[in-house]
């Protein structure tokens, strides 16, 4: 079970919508929804809070491979040790994706390349880095983890407290962001306190997926109980900046077609 793989969503606008859930009953409202990546995430327990493996287990099966499904490993400092034993016992549960975090401190590259080492056995589960846009993220450890053999990489923010991701950092370094994960030919995903409000401007970058929790519950409290309406909401949300996009795109490929036929 794949994330659009890389360039597709560039090249076809579509962006998959990725809804943080901590149990099978979330994910199965989230499935409802029209959600594409189920991540399981125990918010109550930080920016990459894990849920117990018993958790990951149930969700993976009610979503019974209908999207691919993501977990957290928790907020590790970035050392080997661990990294490596969160990322392998997520990996355990069944998961599509293991999502591990790099908050500063640590030498990031030596956790990203041990995890690189990890090739078979991990069973079906792909790693996917996450930088934390709020704690000075390393851009240059995108080439690490694509050389490790990552799946994907997302920019998400470790203070969710202290504003969006667009306020962290601007459009132009996002798009920055996007591009190099490209480059190195992995998915990329934004996530981070994001509202209905973010969402044109990170469609207009063509990232893979665009993550969400706080913005799918009752009064955006990421730590309290999903809403369907929320959810769709978000997703409408997508739908609409995609068709904005795509029809842009189409008239100017209609102008540049008129402007040859002229020429
Ligand atoms: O990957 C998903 C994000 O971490 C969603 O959480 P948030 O919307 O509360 O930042």
């Given at each position: 079970?794949?994330?659009?793989?890389?360039?597709?969503?560039?090249?076809?606008?579509?962006?998959?919508?990725?809804?943080?859930?901590?149990?099978?009953?979330?994910?199965?409202?989230c499935?409802?929804?029209?959600?594409?990546?189920?991540?399981?995430?125990?918010?109550?327990?930080?920016?990459?809070?894990?849920?117990?493996?018993?958790?990951?287990?149930?969700?993976?099966?009610?979503?019974?491979?209908?999207?691919?499904?993501?977990?957290?490993?928790?907020?590790?400092?970035?050392?080997?040790?661990?990294?490596?034993e969160?990322?392998?016992?997520?990996?355990?549960t069944?998961?599509?994706?293991?999502?591990?975090?790099?908050?500063?401190?640590?030498?990031?590259?030596?956790?990203?390349?041990a995890?690189?080492?990890?090739?078979?056995?991990?069973?079906?589960?792909?790693?996917?880095?996450?930088?934390f846009?709020?704690?000075?993220?390393?851009?240059?450890?995108?080439?690490?983890?694509?050389?490790?053999?990552?799946?994907?990489?997302?920019?998400?923010t470790?203070?969710?407290?202290?504003?969006?991701?667009?306020d962290?950092?601007?459009?132009?370094?996002?798009?920055?962001?996007?591009?190099?994960?490209r480059?190195?030919?992995?998915?990329?995903?934004?996530?981070?306190?994001?509202?209905?409000?973010?969402?044109?401007?990170?469609?207009?970058?063509?990232?893979?997926?665009?993550?969400?929790?706080?913005?799918?519950?009752?009064?955006n409290?990421?730590?309290?109980?999903?809403?369907?309406?929320?959810?769709?909401?978000?997703?409408?949300?997508?739908?609409?900046?995609?068709?904005i996009?795509?029809?842009?795109m189409?008239?100017?490929?209609?102008?540049?077609?008129?402007?040859?036929?002229?020429?």
């Amino acid at each position: 079970m794949q994330i659009i793989p890389p360039r597709r969503a560039a090249d076809c606008g579509r962006v998959s919508m990725l809804a943080s859930v901590v149990d099978a009953r979330e994910a199965t409202l989230c499935l409802e929804g029209g959600v594409d990546v189920i991540d399981c995430k125990d918010p109550s327990r930080g920016a990459l809070g894990a849920v117990t493996p018993e958790a990951a287990r149930a969700i993976v099966e009610t979503v019974g491979g209908r999207v691919p499904v993501s977990a957290t490993i928790g907020d590790h400092p970035c050392e080997v040790g661990p990294i490596v034993e969160a990322t392998l016992q997520a990996a355990a549960t069944g998961v599509d994706y293991v999502k591990t975090g790099f908050l500063p401190g640590g030498d990031a590259a030596e956790v990203v390349r041990a995890l690189g080492g990890l090739r078979g056995e991990t069973g079906k589960a792909q790693i996917v880095g996450v930088l934390f846009a709020d704690a000075s993220p390393d851009f240059e450890l995108v080439a690490e983890m694509a050389a490790a053999g990552f799946a994907g990489v997302v920019l998400d923010t470790a203070n969710k407290s202290d504003g969006a991701l667009p306020d962290v950092l601007a459009v132009d370094q996002l798009e920055h962001f996007v591009e190099i994960a490209r480059a190195h030919e992995m998915f990329c995903g934004l996530a981070g306190s994001l509202r209905t409000r973010h969402i044109p401007a990170l469609v207009r970058l063509a990232p893979d997926l665009i993550g969400f929790r706080g913005a799918l519950c009752r009064e955006n409290a990421r730590t309290g109980s999903l809403d369907l309406r929320a959810v769709a909401e978000i997703r409408d949300a997508i739908a609409k900046a995609e068709k904005i996009e795509t029809d842009l795109m189409m008239s100017k490929a209609e102008e540049l077609a008129r402007e040859e036929r002229a020429s």
